[in-house]
């Protein structure tokens, strides 16, 4: 068990937890944002990041700290704390993304490990090799063997209080990313970042990404706090979190505002096109989109960088509530309708539902059915699967409708899209209690017959009769030929 870091409250695959930082002496409550400072340019000010946006944690550069010989030298003199003038947790990375745009590094792990804990990193990172993409199997395997005997090396290096983290490469096979997640969970680090993803998403491709991150979470263990490296657009939290991320890092608050562009939890858009702020931080009441635009460079740089941060710490402290209030794929649907990659993303992730099903809270508030992809979330799994443990008589009759009159069936138990069929006495309970559509989309349709299937499966020796509200035949398909169909909408 993993002393740094305890969960506190779970929801699908999301939680919230707590990442004690000994050497700054604090406590991070995740989900958590990482904004990323360049030592050589303060866009926000890291004071300003923690007094004014509630930054609790940050990331930096340990690397370029160390090429760069007059922050280097203040960096060993002052230490990383005292440089950036910040009160809160400091995680560094180590150089394996200059490594993974340039192809060289002139530091080792040994080396760059000493050089975090000298500086008064509290979270410090290996040298590892970022994997892009769809690469051969072989190189990806090579790389990742790599990467592994620098974990290990890792672990030797004398780091005291100092956090280290062990990033799970793998590139786009998952049984590499799995592997590399249990490999890992197997050593004494501590911080578990998922690396070379973000060709993932600046391409798009948040489907695989999804993947990616499922593989490596069946590799950790449920105590690893799990870091999505470079997932840095508010568009994505929600999303990344549902999979069992629990860092972000984001460099793109000060990026996009560099190239004038505007962060929403719907995406990005171009300053220049906007007639309308549609945001009520202290940036956009104060400012028209003409104000912004009248602005010198460096100053609406900065507006913009200010804007772009208010929306990504209030995407993540929506993010949180709705954990505690347990409809958090709620909001991972409302934001998969952003963009079609993210509705990908969003099927990608019930794919994994099974996995999910396992962190997933047994009761919660309401279940909402509000799309096909509902009907595929880790409740309706859960219900199907539990559909074995029912004591179910000789004949039974599942039904839309009302109960079955005088003594053909022994009893009567409702069918309710998407979950199917369950006894009546547990119509008040979670996730039975669902707020479903008038208008049942096909999908809802199609796993409440996979319920009935299941129960049929399951029951070999019962007779049963499904009442329906004249189901598609395609549905009825989907429902084994022992069970007797009775249309209700026929009289």
């Known amino acids: 068990m993993r002393e740094c870091f305890e969960l506190r409250d779970t929801d699908a695959g999301g939680r919230i937890g707590e990442l004690t930082v000994p050497r700054a002496d604090v406590t991070v409550e995740t989900p958590a944002l990482l904004p990323v400072i360049n030592p050589n340019l303060d866009t926000i000010a890291p004071r300003r990041l923690a007094d004014e946006f509630g930054a609790e944690i940050l990331i930096t550069n340990s690397y370029i ?76 395997e090579a790389e ?17 209080e100092m956090l280290v983290s062990a990033p799970v490469q793998g590139s786009t096979y998952p049984d590499l990313r799995e592997a590399a997640g249990r490999h890992a969970d197997g050593t004494d680090l501590d911080v578990f970042p998922v690396g070379a993803v973000v060709p993932l998403m600046n391409d798009y491709r948040y489907d695989d990404m999804v993947d990616a991150v499922a593989a490596a979470k069946r ?39 560099r190239d004038d562009r505007y962060l929403t939890v719907r995406g990005t858009r171009l300053l220049e096109d906007l007639e309308y702020l549609p945001c009520s931080c202290s940036v956009c009441t104060g400012h028209s989109p003409d104000d912004l635009r009248a602005l010198p460079d460096d100053e609406r740089e900065e507006e913009l960088a200010a804007h772009n941060l208010h929306v990504t710490f209030a995407e993540i402290r929506r993010i949180k509530q709705a954990i505690r209030a347990g409809n958090l794929l709620e909001l991972v649907e409302q934001r998969a309708r952003s963009h079609p990659t993210m509705l990908d993303g969003y099927r990608a ?29 880790p409740e309706v799994v859960r219900h199907h699967r539990r559909l074995e443990r029912l004591s179910v008589p000789d004949s039974l009759f599942l039904t839309e409708g009302q109960p079955a009159r005088g003594d053909e069936f022994d009893d009567s138990w409702r069918v309710e899209p998407p979950f199917g069929p369950f006894p009546r006495a547990l119509s008040r309970s979670y996730p039975l209690t669902a707020e479903v559509p008038e208008r049942t989309d096909r999908a809802a349709l199609s796993a409440a017959a996979d ?11 019962a007779d049963l009769a499904l009442g329906h509200r004249g189901w598609p035949a395609g549905v009825l398909e989907r429902v084994p030929e022992s069970v007797e169909l009775i249309d209700l909408t026929s009289d």
């Open 144 to 160: 990742l063997e790599t990467t592994q005997e620098r974990l290990e090396i890792a672990e030797g290096v004398d780091t005291g």
């Open 65 to 140: 700290i160390h090429g760069t010989d007059d922050v280097r030298e203040r960096a060993l003199e002052d230490g990383l704390h005292e440089l950036l003038d910040f009160p809160g947790a400091i995680m560094t990375d180590s150089g394996s993304f200059q490594l993974s745009e340039y192809g060289d590094i002139d530091v080792t792990t040994e080396e760059i490990l000493e050089f975090q804990h000298e500086i008064g990193s509290d979270i410090a990172t290996p040298v590892d090799i970022p994997t892009p993409p769809d690469v051969p199997r072989e190189r990806a």
């Open 219 to 257: 590799g950790l263990g449920a105590d690893a706090p799990v870091h999505l490296f470079g997932a840095g657009h508010p568009m994505m939290f929600a999303l990344g979190v549902a999979m069992g991320c629990d860092l972000f890092d984001s460099a793109a608050y000060a990026l996009y505002a």
């Open 451 to 461: 319920g009935v299937a299941r129960l049929a499966e399951v029951n070999p020796d």
């Open 349 to 377: 992730l019930l794919d994994h539902a099974d996995q999910l099903e396992r962190s997933d809270p047994v009761s919660k508030g309401a279940f909402f059915h509000v799309s096909s992809e509902s009907a595929r979330r």
